[in-house]
T-cell receptor
Framework: GENVEQHPSTLSVQEGDSAVIKCTYS??????FPWYKQELGKGPQLIID?????GEKKDQRIAVTLNKTAKHFSLHITETQPEDSAVYFC??????????????FGKGTKLSVKP | NAGVMQNPRHLVRRRGQEARLRCSPV?????VYWYRQLPEEGLKFMVY????????ESGMPKERFSAEFPKEGPSILRIQQVVRGDSAAYFC????????????????FGPGTRLTVL
């Protein structure tokens, strides 16, 4: 089955700096890669996603890149702000296969943005 | 628009009791997923349901756990004879996948139910 590895587990940056979180996946059939932000005591919120037919997607300060050959994808947050502090999860899914779109999550990255 | 609703938000049970967790999906969504999150861990898939059908329960323990999503009403995750190891946050997510557009699988998560087994 699919396995998703996420690094680093913790990340501390100064406000205004960029933050990069990386994930690798094992199943070449995976074709959908969402990123979720989870604040303390809350459910995960989708912040951006990418499908296997594109290599990069950007939404304001957030961007995601996908390298299908190497089976890795990354989240980039520019001009970080204190409110970006949260736990970020990557996930992978095969929307066409037997998993029926179930998300396989990485273990999360705790991002701290220092003012 | 109401998002995914889960209740209760916090549930305390003693070993051997039953826990019932409820999830009301986003209005119009007919696909529900349940995930479990242990402290400091990512979310682990448990079960995927459509209205009145269990599609994939490969992540759910074979014993003591069951799930349903009836034609009317919320989806229910039921844990019988709870043990301490069942203590976790349980999240429900819903989506609006269409056979004609399988890539429309954005999953919206609820706030979770935090189960504590004493």
């Amino acid at each position: 089955g699919e396995n998703v590895e996420q690094h680093p587990s913790t990340l501390s940056v100064q406000e205004g700096d960029s933050a990069v979180i990386k994930c690798t996946y094992s199943d070449s059939a995976s074709n959908y890669f969402p990123w979720y932000k989870q604040e303390l005591g809350k459910g995960p919120q989708l912040i951006i996603d990418i499908r296997s037919n594109v290599g990069e997607k950007k939404d304001q300060r957030i961007a995601v890149t996908l390298n299908k050959t190497a089976k890795h994808f990354s989240l980039h947050i520019t001009e970080t702000q204190p409110e970006d502090s949260a736990v970020y999860f990557c996930a992978a899914s095969d929307l066409d296969g037997g998993s029926q779109g179930n998300l396989i999550f990485g273990k999360g990255t705790k991002l701290s943005v220092k003012p | 628009n109401a998002g995914v609703m889960q209740n209760p938000r916090h549930l305390v049970r003693r070993r051997g009791q039953e826990a019932r967790l409820r999830c009301s999906p986003v209005k119009g969504h007919s696909h529900v997923y349940w995930y479990r999150q242990l402290p400091e861990e990512g979310l682990k898939f448990m079960v995927y349901l459509q209205k009145e059908n269990i599609i994939d329960e490969s992540g759910m323990p074979k014993e003591r756990f069951s799930a349903e999503f009836p034609k009317e009403g919320p989806s229910i995750l039921r844990i019988q004879q709870v043990v301490r190891g069942d203590s976790a946050a349980y999240f429900c997510a819903s989506s609006h996948r269409l056979p004609t557009n399988p890539f429309n699988n954005e999953q919206f998560f609820g706030p979770g139910t935090r189960l504590t087994v004493l």
